[in-house]
């Protein structure tokens, strides 16, 4: 079974530029999130789609950042403009289920480092 | 305020011997807990998960025991391989249907041959 896909894996912009990640989540997967995660610090959520709703955004900035799940599929994550501590990895994850029985885990792709200079 | 906190930046262990990854956490609503583990360039790996309604739960080498009262939880590796050297990340789940995992920062596990 292929596991989170995520492109590009490294991105190198300057700042005041946009920019796009892509993120294709595990076959049959419902649930897709977007993580940020900074040097030194674990991840943090940025949005959760079930299926193709955005079920929980508090954490987007919405005022440069945002995503999309078109047909509850495959998503993407748009900054723009890009600023100089916008320079982290970008993590998608997707889950099954939400039910306890299944359990509540996230399977990860390998992320996108962006670097805005 | 960080609700999920590995207070440990970093640990070397000798291969053969125990490993142990502590995690300790400030909100009692979190109902579930899980351990994700992190090579470099790439994304976290589920490694073992416990429900707050145990103690503990083992899978091969890998154990994790909660303590509710203390609000902490640790995961054991035994015997420690060089391969467990990675970034290991504790991570809280809050109960109901918005529940999203919190994350802490991070131990880096070493384990030397």
């Known amino acids: 079974e292929a596991g989170v896909v995520q492109s590009p894996r490294y991105k190198i912009i300057e700042k005041k530029q946009p920019v796009a990640f892509w993120c294709n989540p595990i076959?049959?997967?419902?649930?897709l999130y977007w993580y940020l995660q900074n040097l030194g610090q674990g991840p943090e959520l940025l949005i959760r789609?079930?299926?193709?709703?955005?079920?929980?955004d508090s954490q987007l900035p919405k005022d440069r950042f945002s995503a999309e799940r078109l047909k509850g599929v495959d998503s993407t994550l748009k900054i723009q403009p890009a600023e100089l501590g916008d320079s982290a990895v970008y993590l998608c994850?997707?889950?099954?289920?939400?039910?306890?029985?299944?359990?509540?885990?996230?399977?990860f792709g390998p992320g996108t480092r962006l670097t805005v200079t | 305020d960080q609700q999920v906190k590995q207070n440990s930046p970093s640990l070397s262990v000798q291969e053969g011997r125990i490993s142990i990854l502590n995690c300790d956490y400030t909100?009692?609503?979190?109902?579930?807990f899980l351990w994700y583990k992190k090579y470099p360039a790439e994304g976290p790996t589920f490694l073992i998960s416990?429900?707050?309604?145990?103690d503990k739960n083992e899978d091969g080498r890998f154990t994790v025991f909660l303590n509710k009262s203390a609000k902490h939880l640790s995961l054991h590796i035994v015997p420690s391989q060089p391969g467990d050297s990675a970034v290991y990340f504790c991570?809280?789940?809050?109960?109901?249907?918005?529940?999203?995992?919190?994350f802490g920062k991070g131990t880096k596990l070493s384990v030397k041959p």
């Open positions: 994850a997707s889950s099954l289920t939400r039910e306890r029985e299944s359990g509540y885990e996230q399977y």
């Open positions: 076959s049959g997967h419902n649930t």
């Open positions: 789609y079930e299926n193709e709703e955005a079920v929980d």
């Open positions: 909100n009692s609503m979190f109902d579930y």
């Open positions: 416990i429900s707050s309604i145990k």
């Open positions: 991570a809280a789940r809050k109960g109901g249907s918005q529940g999203n995992l919190i």
